[in-house]
Nanobody, 124 residues
Framework: QVQLVESGGGLVQAGGSLRLSCAAS????????MGWFRQAPGKEREFVAA????????NTADSVKGRFTISRDNAKNTVYLQMNSLKLEDTGVYYC?????????????????WGQGTQVTVSS
């Protein structure tokens, strides 16, 4: 079992940047591929980015490609999401998730553990 706690969300103007962090505790962090998802009001949870257990492979949704970067530090049991050039449509609750396999998944059902989420609000 792993526990996930997100932080770093907040209110930012369009064009600005935020860095989300997800701290993991419990079983060995490097055993999990990690992902970030987001959910806007009235919409389904959608894939944002994912990273393999080693950090050697990443996958990013087309909607954020070139603006968001996922990374991880296995020594710190933490995964990050650097978000640049934020847009109004990036607003939502951002969740990190853990998957007990080596590589990423892009669907919520691919993941075994979830954090409680952190709110990101982009204003004009």
């Amino acid at each position: 079992q792993v526990q996930l706690v997100e932080s770093g969300g907040g209110l930012v103007q369009a064009g600005g940047s935020l860095r989300l962090s997800c701290a993991a505790s419990g079983r060995t962090f490097s055993s999990y591929a990690m992902g970030w998802f987001r959910q806007a009001p009235g919409k389904e949870r959608e894939f944002v980015a994912a990273i393999s257990r080693s950090g050697g492979g990443t996958n990013t949704a087309d909607s954020v490609k070139g603006r968001f970067t996922i990374s991880r530090d296995n020594a710190k049991n933490t995964v990050y999401l650097q978000m640049n050039s934020l847009k109004l449509e990036d607003t939502g609750v951002y969740y990190c998730a853990a998957r007990i396999v080596a590589t990423w998944g892009t669907l919520p059902r691919n993941y075994d553990y979830w954090g409680q989420g952190t709110q990101v609000t982009v204003s004009s």
